[in-house]
Nanobody
């Protein structure tokens, strides 16, 4: 079992930067990768980006426009989502999720709220 806890959310103004953290505990040695997702009010959950644990390869959707970066501290089992030039449409609950490499995300955190004011 793997337990994930996100932190770092808050209320910021348009154009600000924010760094979210995802701390993993438990059987972290089994993890293949970590993804970030978000859900805005009234919308479907959306993929924000991911990182593969061993290779460090990162993936982002086109809409991020290079504003997001993901990094990891494997020694501390922390994955960071750095967001720059935030926009009101980035307002959402952000979740991290962990994958065992079987084509899905098996573990999810409780989410952290990000609100971007205009």
């Amino acid at each position: 079992q793997v337990h994930l806890v996100e932190s770092g959310g808050g209320l910021v103004q348009t154009g600000a930067s924010l760094r979210l953290s995802c701390v993993a505990s438990g059987r972290t040695f089994s993890l293949y990768g970590t993804g970030w997702f978000r859900r805005a009010p009234g919308k479907e959950r959306e993929f924000v980006g991911s990182i593969t644990r061993r290779s460090g390869n990162v993936y982002f959707p086109d809409y991020s426009e290079g504003r997001f970066t993901i990094s990891e501290d494997n020694a501390e089992n922390i994955v960071y989502l750095q967001m720059h030039n935030l926009k009101p449409e980035d307002t959402a609950v952000y979740y991290c999720a962990a994958s065992l490499g079987r084509g899905q995300y098996e573990y999810w955190g409780q989410g952290t709220q990000v609100t971007v004011s205009s």
